[in-house]
């Protein structure tokens, strides 16, 4: 079967480093997206990947290992604007994305 | 407006009621999707229009019935719910390309409906 693991819930300090793994398992791939959801509010875009690597976009970046079947988003310097929950789906085969339950990252002053 | 709008943004209803979510992209794309999220559950993909066809039914229980009239708009009817439907509804929307591609899509910020 299709299956994204990825941990319930982060807890960091605000200015700290935090990485959320995401491990997927699905048939074939077609590349890797990471959105973020503030409660209460629509899923936004945050990084895809495809090919093996890291990818920084300002205090964010995703990496991502096909080998293995594992992806993190690794957010630094975090502010507490950055609290919400974060989502890893995978692309399959045919093209439909196959969603992890999402990993609710807490900042602590 | 801009982005993907929704409408209402909560619901609440009756297992008798009949009613309709809508959806609105004003961001030209041809793909628009209907999302169940469920509460610490992964996104539930229910529908997929493409160009105004629907690709997608993922097993949907009949009770949910969309309707596609153009590209910028999708309406999810409701009728006869049960209590365990209650939930987050979104809407997305993408720009496809004829071979597949990838593109992100594109959220509205969900009707939080409950069933009573």
């Known amino acids: 079967g299709q299956n994204i693991d990825q941990p319930t819930e982060m807890t960091a300090t605000e200015g700290a480093i935090v990485q959320i793994n995401c491990t997927y398992q699905t048939s074939g791939f077609n590349g890797l997206f990471w959105y973020q959801q503030h409660a209460g509010e629509a899923p936004t875009f945050l990084s895809y990947n495809v090919l093996d690597g890291l990818e920084e976009k300002g205090r964010f970046s995703s990496f991502l290992s096909r080998s293995k079947g594992y992806s993190y988003l690794l957010l630094k310097e975090l502010q507490m604007k950055d609290s919400a929950s974060y989502l890893c789906?995978?692309?399959?085969?045919?093209?439909?994305?196959?969603w992890g339950a999402g990993t609710k990252l807490i900042i602590k002053p | 407006e801009t982005g993907v709008t929704q409408t209402p943004r909560h619901l609440v209803m009756g297992m008798t009621n009949k009613k309709s979510l809508k959806c609105e992209q004003h961001l030209g794309h041809n793909a628009m999707y209907w999302y169940k999220q469920s509460a610490k559950k992964p996104l539930e993909l229910m529908f997929v229009y493409n160009f105004k066809e629907q690709t997608e039914n993922n097993s949907v229980p009949s009770r949910f019935s969309p309707e596609c009239p153009n590209s910028s708009h999708l309406f999810l009817h409701l009728h006869t719910l049960q209590p365990e439907d209650s939930a987050l509804y979104l809407c997305?929307?993408?720009?496809?390309?004829?071979?597949?591609?990838?593109?992100?899509?594109?959220f509205g910020p969900g009707t939080r409906l409950t069933v009573l």
């Open positions: 789906a995978s692309l399959d085969s045919n093209y439909q994305l196959i």
């Open positions: 997305a929307s993408s720009q496809e390309g004829s071979s597949g591609g990838v593109n992100e899509q594109f």
